[in-house]
């Protein structure tokens, strides 16, 4: 199957630091890569959908000048965590999907996960 | 808003049962609906439906989905103390831009 890989796999910080997570698609194109995280015993909660080329689109309730999101390129999304705090320790994951807008309805689109980054704000 | 349930939250058997996973949504623009399963990191994938009705196989695992009634079930048969793992049913809806969402996850403990 297709790869995303996700770097770094886990950051501690300094609190009031910024910390950088990248997610790239390795081997096809992703228009859209989604960026989630995930509290202990918790699901996945959708942060941020980002698109390449234009400004991502934020959830409810999440800062989006707190979480940067950045797709410059088909193959690379970045969520920077701006000013960490000891609550915004978590882990992050992001997704990526691989889908032909050609395709009829009913075909298939597959989304990928990155290994995660365990983030650990002091 | 979206919306993607599972049920049950939690599910401790002995090995060597069936269990069945639930899922339900209420969403727009549904494209698909994906399982996953979740050990230590990052989600691997199961199956991925988007039609109603066929079934899906891998091994001792079987999804389908009914698009008439919103809700998808994983089925895991003779179930083994590897398959101990948090559940988690996703729905990729399509308008233009995607979104992926997902369902609170199910956590399924077996026991010996």
């Known amino acids: 199957g297709a790869v995303v890989s996700q770097h770094p796999s886990w950051v501690i910080c300094k609190s009031g630091t910024s910390v950088k997570i990248e997610c790239r698609s390795l081997?096809?194109?992703?228009?859209?890569m989604f960026w989630y995280r995930q509290f202990p015993k918790q699901s996945l909660m959708l942060m941020a959908t980002?698109?390449?080329?234009?400004?991502?689109?934020?959830e409810q309730g999440v800062e989006k000048d707190k979480f940067l999101i950045n797709h410059a390129s088909l193959t690379l999304s970045t969520l920077t965590v701006t000013s960490a705090h000891p609550e915004d320790s978590s882990f992050y994951i992001c997704?990526?999907?691989?889908?032909?807008?050609?395709?009829?309805?009913?075909?298939?689109?597959?989304?990928?996960f990155g290994q995660g980054t365990r983030l650990t704000v002091v | 808003e979206d919306k993607v349930v599972q049920s049950p939250l939690s599910l401790v058997v002995h090995e060597g049962d069936t269990v069945t996973l639930n899922c339900s949504y209420e969403?727009?623009?549904?494209?698909?609906l994906l399982w996953y399963k979740q050990e230590k990191k990052a989600p691997t994938f199961l199956f991925m439906l988007?039609?109603?009705?066929i079934e899906k196989k891998s091994g001792r695992l079987s999804s389908i989905l009914d698009k008439k009634e919103l809700f998808s079930i994983l089925n895991i048969t003779a179930t083994q103390t590897g398959d101990s793992a948090i559940y988690l049913c996703?729905?990729?809806?399509?308008?233009?831009?995607?979104?992926?969402?997902f369902g609170q996850g199910t956590r399924l403990t077996i026991n010996p």
């Open positions: 988007t039609s109603s009705g």
């Open positions: 997704s990526a999907t691989r889908f032909d807008w050609n395709s009829r309805p009913g075909s298939s689109t597959e989304a990928f």
């Open positions: 996703a729905v990729l809806l399509i308008q233009g831009a995607q979104k992926l969402v």
């Open positions: 969403v727009t623009n549904f494209r698909s």
């Open positions: 081997d096809f194109q992703a228009t859209t």
């Open positions: 980002s698109n390449e080329g234009s400004k991502a689109t934020y």
